[in-house]
Nanobody, 115 residues
Framework: QVQLVESGGGLVQAGGSLRLSCAAS????????MNWYRQAPGKQRELVAA???????TYAKSVKGRFTISRDNAKNTVYLQMNSLEPEDTGVYYC?????????WGQGTQVTVSS
């Protein structure tokens, strides 16, 4: 059974930082590309960052240079370091993985950035 558990969200002022974590179980973690998505109120869920099994990373244009995705295969955990946060970064952040051609999602963690 695949489980993804996010943590690290919260309320922060604009310009501040947060670090999100996603602990995965039920998958062979070091063979999986891991993704972070977010969903702002009234908007569609969007891909924020992804990291492949060999550490190749991709980012949405809106977060490039401010966010960093990383993984620790020994801990089955993926991270999202978010710096220089802006009110537009507010939303629920979800960890995602595809396993056996099926997408799995965590429960999400709320990030709120005040101006």
């Amino acid at each position: 059974q695949v489980q993804l558990v996010e943590s690290g969200g919260g309320l922060v002022q604009a310009g501040g930082s947060l670090r999100l974590s996603c602990a995965a179980s039920g998958i062979i973690f070091n063979t999986a590309t891991m993704n972070w998505y977010r969903q702002a109120p009234g908007k569609q869920r969007e891909l924020v960052a992804a990291i492949t099994t060999v550490g190749t990373t991709t980012y949405a244009k809106s977060v490039k240079g401010r966010f960093t995705i990383s993984r620790d295969n020994a801990k089955n955990t993926v991270y999202l370091q978010m710096n220089s946060l802006e009110p537009e970064d507010t939303g629920v952040y979800y960890c995602n993985v595809d396993s056996l051609r099926r997408p799995y999602w965590g429960q999400g963690t709320q990030v709120t950035v005040s101006s």
